[in-house]
């Protein structure tokens, strides 16, 4: 239902943009 909605619109999401995490845990993200 909604979580398999969610589960793909994220998957699109991170194949659109470069999410790094550096040592310090932070999440980065870069945009192409």
Known sequence: G???GDAV????VRSRLFV???A???I???QP
Not at 9 to 12: A, F, L, P, S, Y
């Open 2 to 4: 909604d979580r398999a």
């Open 9 to 12: 619109h994220g998957r699109e």
């Open 24 to 26: 310090n845990g932070q």
């Open 20 to 22: 790094t995490v550096d």
């Open 28 to 30: 980065r993200v870069r």
